[in-house]
């Protein structure tokens, strides 16, 4: 009994001692990453654009969800590690980080998909912003501010020969939720790599826009990588992790993967499920490494 509680405490020692060691190796990489804001006004608010440089791999780094927060300190450690830029914004107020971007103007409160907001198309953009209060209306000039925010972070991108995006998503079952007293409705599956393959004849947008994909049965479905060239899904598929080629003709939905594939961009998106920073750190080694 008592060997058995002294290896149990050996064991737990040394997680302890590699959780500390790699707190300590993420610490160091990016200690000397000092950001400079932008700021960019949205009504009453202000929103802030976060930019991180070192020099290094010439790869610009786009992270538009606030609370994805595992997908930023994966990019922080790779741009500590390796160089490069890393762009991220800053909008909650409420003391959370939040995913949708919500401001204020003329007693209305509106709110967004920062992932929603990169096109040429005024009518996409248009039905991505939504009134959450007040009885102000999607009108030209609440497009205009909007349009204005997308504008100066793709202005970060635009010269960037590879734009590598970090995202996270939350990976739920399908599940059936209680509406209202007697009526339950299904909460349907949450976005995964399964979101890209046709469900009962039925396609999404994401499946329309998917010209090739490549599952690897052994991995988490949360992770995954989405391309806009060939090339890159290849050398994937070479490397057995699961990846989705953007077709050319994807569906104009306001997301940064269609708008950059319009100038022709090498752009890749780095999905993990939230929380998990290894997994993400290790998919970015994966194309930063060679």
Same mark, same amino acid.
């Given at each position: 009994? @008592?060997?058995?509680?002294?290896?149990?405490?050996?064991?737990?020692?040394?997680?302890?001692?590699?959780?500390?060691?790699?707190?300590?190796?993420?610490?160091?990489?990016?200690?000397?990453?000092?950001?400079?804001?932008?700021?960019?006004?949205?009504?009453?608010?202000?929103?802030?654009?976060?930019?991180?440089? *070192?020099?290094? *791999? /010439?790869?610009?780094?786009?992270?538009?969800?606030? =609370?994805?927060?595992?997908?930023?300190?994966?990019?922080?450690?790779?741009?500590?590690?390796?160089?490069?830029?890393?762009?991220?914004?800053?909008?909650?107020?409420?003391?959370?980080?939040?995913? %949708?971007?919500?401001?204020?103007?003329?007693?209305?409160?509106?709110?967004?998909?920062?992932?929603?907001?990169?096109?040429?198309?005024?009518?996409?953009?248009?039905?991505?912003? +939504?009134?959450?209060?007040?009885?102000?209306?999607?009108?030209?000039?609440?497009? *205009? !501010?909007?349009?204005?925010?997308?504008?100066?972070?793709? !202005?970060?991108?635009?010269?960037?020969?590879?734009?590598?995006?970090?995202? /996270? %998503?939350? %990976?739920?079952?399908?599940?059936?939720?209680?509406?209202?007293?007697?009526?339950?409705?299904?909460?349907?599956?949450?976005? =995964?790599?399964?979101?890209?393959?046709?469900?009962?004849?039925?396609?999404?947008? +994401?499946? @329309?826009?998917?010209?090739?994909?490549?599952? =690897?049965?052994?991995? =988490? /479905?949360?992770?995954?990588?989405?391309?806009?060239?060939?090339?890159?899904?290849?050398?994937?598929?070479? *490397?057995?992790?699961?990846?989705?080629?953007?077709?050319? @003709?994807?569906?104009?939905?306001?997301?940064?993967?269609?708008?950059?594939?319009?100038?022709?961009?090498?752009?890749? /998106?780095?999905?993990?499920?939230?929380?998990?920073?290894?997994?993400?750190?290790?998919?970015?080694?994966?194309?930063?490494?060679?």
């Amino acid at each position: 009994m @008592k060997n058995h509680l002294m290896h149990k405490s050996t064991r737990t020692l040394q997680f302890n001692w590699v959780i500390l060691t790699l707190f300590i190796c993420t610490t160091l990489l990016s200690q000397d990453l000092n950001p400079v804001y932008k700021k960019i006004h949205l009504g009453d608010q202000v929103v802030q654009l976060k930019i991180y440089q *070192k020099p290094g *791999k /010439n790869v610009t780094y786009a992270h538009v969800h606030e =609370n994805e927060e595992a997908s930023l300190a994966a990019g922080l450690r790779m741009v500590g590690k390796y160089g490069g830029k890393l762009i991220t914004l800053a909008h909650s107020t409420d003391g959370k980080t939040n995913r %949708n971007v919500t401001f204020s103007y003329k007693k209305t409160v509106y709110k967004f998909d920062p992932n929603r907001i990169y096109t040429q198309d005024l009518n996409v953009l248009k039905n991505s912003i +939504s009134v959450v209060k007040g009885k102000g209306k999607v009108d030209d000039e609440i497009i *205009k !501010m909007v349009k204005n925010l997308a504008d100066q972070v793709w !202005m970060e991108l635009a010269d960037s020969p590879f734009i590598l995006a970090l995202h /996270n %998503n939350k %990976n739920t079952p399908a599940e059936y939720k209680l509406r209202w007293l007697f009526w339950k409705h299904i909460e349907p599956e949450s976005y =995964n790599i399964k979101s890209y393959i046709k469900s009962q004849d039925q396609s999404s947008d +994401s499946n @329309k826009s998917c010209a090739d994909i490549y599952i =690897n049965p052994a991995l =988490n /479905n949360s992770e995954f990588f989405i391309v806009t060239q060939r090339e890159d899904f290849n050398m994937l598929v070479k *490397k057995r992790y699961t990846v989705v080629l953007q077709n050319d @003709k994807p569906v104009d939905d306001g997301s940064m993967s269609v708008y950059a594939s319009g100038f022709g961009k090498r752009y890749i /998106n780095a999905e993990a499920k939230l929380g998990r920073i290894e997994e993400q750190t290790t998919m970015l080694e994966i194309l930063l490494r060679d």
